[in-house]
């Protein structure tokens, strides 16, 4: 089983659509969570974190669930610029160490 | 914010050749630095972790006497794909960690794409 594991997609969206991302991971000793962004042949970007509570930023929401070992995304009124791949990310605590998941595609039309 | 960079972005090359790639911290220091690798349509897998004054570690499966990190400085490190075949070729990207408002937020170098013919 895949440490981190996502659905591909493409998620393809209209434009002002809210859109959710799922990803689920093994290691429950996972101790740090985000999520990334990456552009067609860029470099990953920090999304956001995520924490038990939920944290909200913007028209992004993440959400953590410990017991399932479960991260979410949800974005709301998705604009042509959200399109990128969206990476699920978790640090097990050992010297700042990433592990990625292999992204959700993300295509917002008009 | 911390800047990242890396050198070159793109490198075309025969096989056989060895290619250096450097990774630089423009605005702090990292006495850690990370190297992975992207092949397309895959995530990133990490390759290895480079210290400043001692040997890099390397992850499972990844040939040490392959893929050479040095690293010189605090703000410097390099991987050098030695005697590079077409199966190298991929997408490299550096990251370093800084303590901010993110645990450990990691700062990743825009990449280098690396093809060997």
């Known amino acids: 089983r895949k440490e981190v594991e996502q659905d591909p997609g493409p998620f393809n969206v209209p434009e002002g659509a809210t859109v959710a991302f799922n990803c689920t991971y093994s290691?429950?000793?996972?101790?740090?969570f985000f999520w990334y962004r990456q552009d067609c042949r860029k470099e990953p970007k920090l999304l956001m974190s995520v924490y038990s509570s939920g944290n909200e930023d913007g028209r992004f929401t993440a959400q953590l669930n410990r017991a399932s070992q479960y991260i979410s995304l949800l974005i709301r009124d998705s604009k042509l610029s959200d399109s990128a791949t969206y990476l699920c990310?978790?640090?097990?605590?050992?010297?700042?160490?990433?592990?990625f998941g292999t992204g959700t595609r993300l295509q917002v039309t008009l | 914010g911390a800047v990242v960079s890396q050198h070159p972005s793109r490198v075309i090359c025969k096989s056989g050749t060895s290619v250096k790639i450097e990774c630089r911290s423009l605005?702090?220091?990292?006495?850690?630095m990370f190297w992975y690798r992207q092949f397309p349509k895959q995530s990133l897998m990490l390759m290895a972790t480079s210290n400043e004054g001692s040997k890099a570690t390397y992850e499972q499966g990844v040939e040490k006497d392959k893929f050479l990190i040095n690293h010189a400085s605090l703000t410097l490190s390099t991987l050098t794909v030695t005697s590079a075949h077409p199966e190298d070729s991929s997408f490299y990207i550096c990251?370093?960690?800084?303590?901010?408002?993110?645990?450990?937020?990691?700062?990743f170098g825009p990449g280098t794409r690396l093809t060997v013919l």
């Open positions: 990310v978790l640090n097990t605590g050992t010297a700042s160490k990433l592990t």
């Open positions: 290691n429950s000793a996972s101790q740090s």
């Open positions: 990251s370093a960690p800084r303590t901010s408002r993110h645990y450990n937020e990691q700062f």
């Open positions: 605005d702090f220091q990292a006495t850690t």
